[in-house]
Nanobody, 124 residues
Framework: QVQPVESGGGSVQAGGSLRLSCTVS????????VGWFRQAPGKEREGISV????????YYADSVQGRWTISQDNAKNTVYLQMNNLKPEDTAMYYC?????????????????WGQGTQVTVSS
């Protein structure tokens, strides 16, 4: 069974950095789509960034473009989200999702496998 597992959340002051990790088990890591999403209380879930591990093709939401970087480590079946210059509005539960196949629709790709989430809190 495909299972993404997130780690790396925490509390940080505005302007700080965190790195989230998503380790995916249960399928061939290469040539699949892995994404990061977030949901703040009272708000809809938002697609943040996705990566197609077959070609390291990446997509970002406008809200994080230039601040954050998604990357992969095939040897560890892990995707990272390096979050720099964090802002209070980045506070949310962050979820990793995985899919078999390409990221055909970028941030709108439908994901079938979801992690439990990791909390990120940014204070001003």
């Amino acid at each position: 069974q495909v299972q993404p597992v997130e780690s790396g959340g925490g509390s940080v002051q505005a302007g700080g950095s965190l790195r989230l990790s998503c380790t995916v088990s249960g399928y061939t890591f290469r040539s699949n789509c892995v994404g990061w999403f977030r949901q703040a209380p009272g708000k809809e879930r938002e697609g943040i960034s996705v990566i197609y591990t077959g070609a390291s093709s990446t997509y970002y939401a406008d809200s994080v473009q230039g601040r954050w970087t998604i990357s992969q480590d095939n040897a560890k079946n892990t995707v990272y989200l390096q979050m720099n210059n964090l802002k209070p509005e980045d506070t949310a539960m962050y979820y990793c999702a995985a899919n078999e196949g390409g990221c055909w629709y970028g941030l709108k790709t439908t994901f079938h496998y979801w992690g439990q989430g990791t909390q990120v809190t940014v204070s001003s």
